[in-house]
């Protein structure tokens, strides 16, 4: 069974930096990309990074140039560096994983607070 859990929320001051972990347990059968997603309250889901599994990234606008992804293929963890924080990025962080061909499955950890305040 697939498990994710993610880890490195918390409080942090504009202009901060954080990082969040997310560990993945279990089998993955042909793994397409690991993402983080994030949502903020009354408002829709949405893609902050993506690395697949040939390790090319991509990025939401918002994000570009502040944050970067990144995996350790050894510790089956997949990061999320967010530097130069702004108030915006306030949201619940999800992690993700797409896997499968024909049938394509997704995963996802439980969510960590990721809150920008002074």
């Known amino acids: 069974q697939v498990q994710l859990v993610e880890s490195g929320g918390g409080l942090v001051q504009p202009g901060g930096s954080l990082r969040l972990s997310c560990a993945l347990s279990?089998?993955?059968?042909?793994?397409?990309?690991m993402a983080w997603y994030r949502q903020a309250p009354g408002k829709q889901r949405e893609l902050v990074a993506r690395?697949?599994?040939?390790?090319?990234?991509n990025y939401a606008d918002s994000v570009k140039g502040r944050f970067t992804i990144s995996r350790d293929n050894a510790k089956n963890t997949m990061y999320l560096q967010m530097n130069a924080l702004k108030s915006e990025d306030t949201a619940v962080y999800y992690c993700n994983v797409n896997s499968g061909y024909l049938i394509v499955y997704d995963y996802w950890g439980q969510g960590t607070q990721v809150t920008v305040s002074s």
């Open positions: 690395i697949f599994s040939g390790g090319r990234t």
């Open positions: 279990g089998s993955i059968v042909r793994l397409n990309f």
